[in-house]
């Protein structure tokens, strides 16, 4: 199984040439600040984003374009074979149904199962994930459950069609630490049960380094560095990636200044000529400012956009 | 070392407001409604109390666009100098409860505890009595004619306003720029007026405008029904009354006042729209 | 240098949660959410105190007290020796001068409608900080001192980043030239390179002008980086206190340990080796008696679920509130 792809945008270009592959089982996490085309990308995948932008390019999903499909197939494709899970679990559930209406409702939508059928498997899915007296709790509402709980049922909804690809957009980010960590813990395994793929969108560098088999750095709407996650974590070779792991506050004599990297994220209507991070870099030569970085391979498994990375050595200074 | 993406050209209130076909068509109706209000004599072709006994009950034609009444009055004339009744029945019918209605709103959504109980009961009252009864009940003590209708009219409507502001102010305490005034030691007068009362007014204001359009249409039922303005006055309900026995005749007599009261409650709506819209705080 | 500025006796703040019909019915007494129960700390002068834990644990609850937005319903906050309760203290806006509060969301806390200048000015005008025509001088400075430029006077706050809003909401604060910050989740709601920028500058503010701060905040590699000392709060009551290095570095209560060690390490061969606590936090709502961890607690016993532990001085590195803390370190 493999997703490719490559787009481009015009009007107010989100996202450009991004281009990534997920293999089953694979977990591909994809960091950036906001506004870096993160979620886009995600978005784009499933054609949410067909709605408010043009998406142009190829995903290429068993050997089948999504761009190019017609929404009606695209709806036999989602949350079947491709499943989303959201930030906030507060919102993305209707909070009128009871969270056993809303997993059977997914599995009719989705499966063959019979009416008895469906409600074992939603009983048997809220198990899987993790939530105490399932039966139970078919009958209760979203406002009854945690933030933890309540993502975990999304997780439950999401799966019940036993995707093959599961997108994640930040679906930890509104919950604590320690239930986080169930979290991921949950996700990851459910990936590795289900040979699953999953594309974990996030802002955190930790939740990559503890989560993810690869990355991919955006910034500005690219993919500036990606590879595996030990790799480009331990030796980062973009100057954005190096700046963005030296400004969170780890291994540093405490109460002294931290690393920021200077000057602010173009925004998107006004993007430079060249690399759009040329004007931040202090390791910027002149042809950056010329033209653009392609993302190029520069050893085995890991692309770097950039004319003039970072050596492995000043890489681990950092 | 800033961090901002500054968009870069921020249309202004005016340009924003003018590219809003509905707003620009209710801003024109109200303007030239109120031209009329104020300077009736320069747009009206004829006095509206001129008896023509030779021209009694004429429908429209070029002379009279509106046609003439029993008594060979013009109707367009008349019509006209009624704008200057209704819109002051849109204005002095509202402007009282608005005001008393936004502050106690204000007071009773910020300090909530007792007053505000206080102020659930009072608004139950008011809610389930039916309005229009209330305001001819007020109206039957007090005794018919224009001024006892706005205080009949005021003291029952304050309670719309203020039930709609302490909603609002209560929304607004959400957010933390009314603690950090706490915190910063300002004086609740001035956390109420000068913080909260801004953010929350907007929809008090939109409201104002259709209620004002709700105004001159119980205005003119009480013309309508002797209980508002009284003849020989022009007002838009006083003339349809006029009409009524002769409206398979002289339809002109209660139809054209009618389109008024149409055209100057859409005009209305239709502002209150278009503001609802421009005031809410941008970012 | 050991001088308390604020000294916390006791906390309590309680919530009544009102009764339902059936409450009344059946003659149930209404139900109660416990934020707080019986935190005490002390705020040293020119320091940093750190405060985490997870949603829900008090943290915010206990900030808000101290700026008088919720009054506790039981304990003290003594400012300068006197309870800031007190009926003739309460009227007194000295105090919100002197301690001032900056809030999480960068998008709720200003004005909208009031510009940078106009939002800078009442707070010089309220307190009385300058004459009427120091005003305009004075607002110059204060976004200097925050590094904003001039022309942020005459915008509205949506104009702005959050990241620069949270330094309007600082160059607020200090307007009023307090002694003690509350940092209230400061930079949560920012990227992480914004937050690094908005950290330096709280960082050199707080030794140019010698102020006191207590920074609230669940993100534990920045509380840990910005105090000087930490207080981890569960269920509204503090488990451990002490040394922000030795804390971090060597946490002594169960709880700090899960905590810390659930948090993702930048380091991809660290995985695996956080120890994972199970369960979620308890509802406030129906409190276990007994220590407030032992549902989720490893090394639970009979004594947990019966008495509340002391919050008591463990080998020097400050204090823990646990019945087994000897144990549980001795084997670690």
């Given at each position: 199984m493999c997703t490719t792809f490559h787009r481009t945008g015009q009007a107010l270009p989100a996202l450009r040439d991004v281009s990534f592959s997920v293999s089953q089982g694979e977990v591909l996490g994809l960091v950036g600040e906001s506004g870096s085309g993160k979620s886009v990308t995600l978005r784009s995948i499933i054609g949410l984003a067909r709605r408010y932008g043009n998406v142009t390019g190829q995903v290429r999903w068993q050997g089948r374009d999504l761009v190019g499909m017609p929404d009606r197939a695209l709806r036999q494709i989602q949350g079947r074979e491709i499943a989303m899970i959201f930030q906030e679990p507060m919102t993305s559930l209707?909070?009128?149904?009871t969270v056993g209406l809303q997993l059977e409702e997914t599995l009719h939508a989705h499966t063959d199962l019979s009416k008895v059928a469906r409600r074992d498997r939603a009983i048997e899915m809220l198990n899987l994930v993790g939530i105490p007296s399932a039966k139970q709790r078919l009958k209760d509402y979203p406002h009854q459950f945690s933030g933890g709980m309540r993502q975990r049922v999304m997780i439950a909804i999401a799966l019940a069609a036993t995707p093959k690809l599961l997108l994640a957009d930040e679906p930890t980010t509104a919950l604590d630490v320690t239930i986080q960590a169930q979290i991921l813990d949950l996700i990851l395994q459910l990936a590795q049960d289900m040979d699953m793929g999953v594309v974990l969108v996030t802002h955190d560098l930790g939740v990559v380094a503890q989560t993810c088999d690869n990355v991919a750095v955006m910034y500005a709407g690219r993919i500036v560095e990606q590879g595996p996650v030990r790799g480009v974590l331990k030796h980062p070779r973009h100057p954005y990636t190096v700046g963005l792991m030296r400004?969170?506050?780890?291994?540093?004599?405490?109460r002294t200044s931290l690393y920021s990297v200077p000057g602010v994220p173009p925004s998107l209507d006004a993007?430079?000529?060249?690399?759009?991070f040329a004007p931040r870099c202090a390791a910027c030569v002149a042809s950056c400012e010329q033209d653009r970085p392609p993302l190029s391979l520069i050893t085995e498994g890991r692309q770097v956009a950039c004319f003039n990375p970072v050596t492995n050595e000043q890489g681990n200074a950092a | 070392m800033s961090d901002a993406i500054f968009t870069p050209t921020q249309p202004t209130f005016m340009q924003r407001a003018l590219r809003k076909p509905g707003f620009v068509a209710g801003l024109l109706i109200i303007g030239f409604s109120i031209m009329l209000a104020v300077f009736p004599g320069v747009f009206a072709p004829y006095d509206p109390n001129a008896i023509d006994y030779l021209a009694l009950r004429q429908p429209p034609s070029w002379a009279h666009p509106f046609g003439t009444d029993l008594l060979g009055r013009d109707s367009l004339s008349r019509v006209i100098w009624a704008y200057q009744v209704n819109m002051q029945m849109a204005v002095f019918g509202t402007v009282f409860a608005l005001v008393t209605g936004v502050i106690i709103g204000a007071l009773v959504g910020y300090y909530r505890g007792i007053a505000d109980l206080i102020f659930g009961r009072i608004v139950d009252a008011v809610i389930t009595f039916p309005f229009l009864v209330l305001v001819i009940a007020v109206v039957a003590v007090l005794g018919p004619g224009l001024v006892n209708m706005y205080i009949a009219i005021s003291v029952v409507y304050w309670v719309y306003y203020a039930r709609l502001m302490r909603g609002e102010v209560i929304a607004q305490m959400g957010n933390d720029y009314a603690a950090a005034g706490i915190v910063m030691g300002y004086s609740d007068r001035r956390i109420i007026f000068r913080h909260l009362l801004p953010n929350a007014i907007t929809p008090v204001i939109v409201y104002w405008m259709t209620d004002m359009a709700l105004v001159i249409l119980l205005g003119s039922s009480l013309g309508y029904l002797g209980l508002g303005a009284q003849p020989p006055q022009s007002e838009w309900g006083v003339l349809i009354a006029e009409g009524r026995n002769f409206i398979s005749t002289a339809w002109w007599l209660s139809l054209m006042p009618g389109i008024a009261i149409v055209v100057t409650g859409l005009g209305f709506s239709l502002l209150g729209d278009g503001l609802a819209d421009l005031l809410r705080p941008r970012g | 240098m050991k001088s308390a500025v604020l000294q916390i006796q006791d906390l309590h703040l309680r919530f009544p949660m009102g009764r339902s019909m059936a409450d009344v019915v059946t003659g149930r007494p209404g139900r109660v959410v416990s934020a707080l129960n019986g935190v005490s700390l002390d705020l040293y002068r020119g320091e940093t105190l750190g405060i985490v834990g997870e949603s829900g644990c008090g943290k915010s609850t206990l900030a808000r007290c101290i700026v008088r937005l919720y009054k506790p319903s039981e304990g003290e906050v003594r400012f300068d020796g006197k309870d800031i309760f007190d009926a003739a203290q309460r009227t007194d806006r000295s105090y919100n001068r002197r301690v001032q509060m900056m809030f999480q969301d960068p998008y709720s806390s200003l004005n909208p409608r009031m510009t940078t200048g106009q939002i800078l000015a009442e707070a010089l005008r309220v307190h009385d900080m300058r004459p009427e025509d120091g005003i305009l001088a004075r607002v110059a400075e204060l976004l200097d001192l925050v590094r904003l430029?001039?022309?942020?006077?005459?915008?509205?706050?949506?104009?702005?980043?959050g990241g620069q809003r949270q330094r309007i909401a600082i160059a607020r604060a200090l307007a009023v030239e307090p002694e003690v910050l509350i940092a209230d989740e400061?930079?949560?709601?920012?990227d992480v390179s914004v937050q690094a920028q908005v950290v330096n500058l709280l960082l050199e503010l707080q030794s140019d002008l010698g102020l006191t701060i207590l920074f609230v905040a669940h993100d534990l590699r920045l509380v840990r980086h910005v105090s000087n000392r930490v207080a981890v709060i569960y269920l509204g009551r503090i488990v451990e206190i002490g040394d922000s290095e030795t804390l971090f570095s060597n946490p002594a209560h169960p709880y700090s340990q899960a905590l810390l060690s659930a948090a993702p390490s930048l380091d991809p061969d660290d995985r695996g080796k956080a120890t994972k606590l199970e369960g979620?936090?308890?509802?406030?709502?129906n409190m276990p008696p007994g220590c407030p961890f032992h549902a989720r607690c490893r090394h639970a016993s009979e004594i947990c679920k019966q008495q509340v532990p002391a919050l008591l001085p463990f080998e020097g590195r400050g204090e823990v509130a646990c019945h087994h803390v000897e144990e549980i370190n001795a084997h670690a």
């Open positions: 209707n909070p009128l149904l400004s969170v506050p780890e291994n540093l004599p405490p993007l430079p000529r060249g690399c759009a | - | 430029p001039q022309d942020a006077q005459h915008k509205l706050p949506h104009e702005f980043s400061l930079v949560s709601a920012l979620e936090l308890p509802s406030p709502l």
